[in-house]
């Protein structure tokens, strides 16, 4: 309801600008802008409901033999998304065989989505997977999160590098960049990206690849 509210203000806003300049009939217009508020908030449901998966070639020097990555992020279960939704994710993903899967956050948005039954889907994944968690999962229960998302059979990242399929996957949880950068949606976490590359023991030459949610300020 909190879209159609919004989709309607932004209509009753755009019919004042209007009636500035002509005067439009009353009950027509109240009609005119029910509508336009219903219709986007049903657009914007269906639009809600899809995804697209996009492909693209990324030449990485010094790794030996391609790798096809999976990156998801952004699902966002809850109210209106579930375990439907998160299977047909899952099913795309496995249809097009990668080799590795990461998911970069906020893969919950509520906490009705915070149980086995919404995150079921994760345990068909047929490549290795791996997770970090995002703002979202930090507004809910990242703890919780990561426990039921591990249970799945993926594999999550706290501030840690793993190496698969030539290359050094570094994973860290959801921080601001630094002490300086400005981020939209802050962390509260005290750690700091940089602090938490500087501590760990990253292996140098090897082809690598970050998994954050937001790494806004890094370079």
Do not use: C
Not at 5 to 17: I, M, N, R, S, V
Not at 94 to 106: E, F, H, S, W, Y
Not at 127 to 136: D, E, I, L, S
Not at 152 to 174: A, C, K, M, P
């Amino acid at each position: 309801m909190f879209t159609f509210y919004l989709f309607l203000l932004l209509a009753l806003l755009a019919l004042h600008l209007l009636q500035l300049k002509w005067n439009l009939p009353g009950p027509g217009s109240a009609a005119i802008v029910f509508v336009v508020a219903s219709a986007a908030t049903l657009w914007g449901a269906l639009q809600a409901d899809s995804f697209v998966v996009q492909e693209q070639v990324i030449q990485v020097p010094g790794l030996k033999q391609p790798v096809a990555l999976m990156h998801v992020s952004d699902v966002h279960l809850g109210h209106h998304r579930g375990r439907q939704y998160l299977q047909r994710i899952v099913d795309a993903t496995n249809q097009r065989m990668p080799d590795l899967v990461a998911i970069t956050g906020d893969l919950v948005d509520a906490h009705v989505a915070i149980n086995s039954e919404f995150l079921a889907p994760l345990s068909r994944l047929a490549a290795p997977t791996f997770f970090v968690g995002g703002n979202h999962e930090s507004y809910t229960n990242a703890p919780l999160t990561a426990q039921l998302v591990a249970q799945q059979g993926v594999r999550v990242l706290h501030n840690e590098r793993v190496e698969s399929r030539g290359l050094q996957l570094v994973g860290l949880d959801y921080m601001n960049a630094d002490e300086e950068a400005v981020d939209l949606h802050p962390s509260v976490d005290p750690r700091t990206i940089k602090a938490a590359l500087q501590s760990l023991a990253l292996a140098t030459g090897v082809p690598s690849v970050l998994l954050h949610h937001s790494p806004v300020g890094v370079d």
